[in-house]
T-cell receptor, first 113, second 108 residues
């Protein structure tokens, strides 16, 4: 069973609010990812990290930011939420080298009203 | 950049065999993975191919041809519970990019 956790599972907030989505993994994985996925649609990579103090933007332009101060923790922050940010956010982690299986958290379903 | 193409939808009957194809374009390639996602759930890992050839895991097999930038997922003895979305994913450098997903409908 994957040991990667996301909180909260569901969140409804008002426009303009600042929010942080939490993601933690206990597998010691170096690589961590944030994907955005609308229901029934593809996963878009918005941020990734290959180790502590390394973060990169993904292929989908995003107004969010991430940090990687500890190996196990990879939070995603929206400084000012908008209705266009309504989506599901999935966090994942994987090891390095040949160990490429990605383990996903259960996701945070965000609704901005 | 990286891009992947796979069919949007496939329908098959219980007990049948279905093949889901994936073609990709990438700068830097480590391997091709397949993930399954049920409605409302998170993607779960099915298989990974780094080298050409067929990998078999129970009812599921995955194939890769690096020279053709092509792979497929083969599902045998389909069951109703196999109804889900299936994503191919390319790992290159430090990131993993997913295709748009193929929705598999299994009918009785």
């Amino acid at each position: 069973e994957a040991d990667i956790y996301q909180t909260p599972r569901y969140l409804v907030i008002g426009t303009g609010k600042k929010i942080t989505l939490e993601c933690s993994q206990t597998m010691g994985h170096d690589k961590m990812y944030w994907y955005q996925q609308d229901p029934g649609m593809e996963l878009h990579l918005i941020h990734y990290s290959y180790g502590v103090n390394s973060t990169e933007k993904g292929d989908l332009s995003s107004e969010s930011t991430v940090s990687r101060i500890r190996t196990e923790h990879f939070p995603l922050t929206l400084e000012s939420a908008r209705p266009s940010h309504t989506s599901q956010y999935l966090c994942a982690s994987s090891g390095t080298g040949a160990d490429t299986e990605a383990f996903f958290g259960q996701g945070t379903r965000l609704t901005v009203v | 950049g990286q891009s992947l193409e796979q069919p949007s939808e496939v329908t098959a009957v219980e007990g049948a065999i279905v093949q889901i194809n994936c073609t990709y374009q990438t700068s830097g390639f480590y391997g091709l993975s397949w993930y399954q996602q049920h409605d409302g759930g998170a993607p779960t890992f099915l298989s990974y191919n780094a080298l050409d050839g067929l990998e078999e895991t129970g009812r599921f097999s995955s194939f890769l041809s690096r020279s053709d930038s092509y792979g497929y997922l083969l599902l045998q003895e389909l069951q109703m519970k196999d109804s889900a979305s299936y994503f191919c994913a390319v790992t290159g450098g430090f990131k993993t990019i997913f295709g748009a997903g193929t929705r598999l409908f299994v009918k009785a």
